[in-house]
Nanobody
Framework: QVQLVESGGGLVQAGGSLRLSCAAS????????MGWYRQAPGKQRELVAT???????TYADSVKGRFTISRDNFKNTVYLEMNSLKPEDTAVYYC?????????????WGQGTQVTVSS
């Protein structure tokens, strides 16, 4: 079994900051690309940022310059530092990871953490 457990969501005023964390645990051989996605009410889930095991990153245009993704490969943990938050950043944020276990590689999701930005 593999689990992704997120933490760090909450309520913040516009212009504020939050830091999300997501730790992968279980029978893990390797963790490849990790990422954050979000889903606002009535909208489709969208990519926020990804990071490879080598540290290469990608960001959605809407968060470039405000959000920073990072990871700790020893802890199998990915972080999302969110600054200058806007009300339109309000969503449930989901962690995602490609993980090699005995038997092959799978794509895993966390349970989601709510981020609410008030104006």
């Amino acid at each position: 079994q593999v689990q992704l457990v997120e933490s760090g969501g909450g309520l913040v005023q516009a212009g504020g900051s939050l830091r999300l964390s997501c730790a992968a645990s279980g029978n893990i051989f390797s963790v490849y690309t990790m990422g954050w996605y979000r889903q606002a009410p009535g909208k489709q889930r969208e990519l926020v940022a990804t990071i490879t095991s080598a540290g290469s990153t990608t960001y959605a245009d809407s968060v470039k310059g405000r959000f920073t993704i990072s990871r700790d490969n020893f802890k199998n943990t990915v972080y999302l530092e969110m600054n200058s938050l806007k009300p339109e950043d309000t969503a449930v944020y989901y962690c995602n990871a490609a993980i090699r276990r005995l038997g092959g590689i799978g794509n895993y999701w966390g349970q989601g953490t709510q981020v609410t930005v008030s104006s």
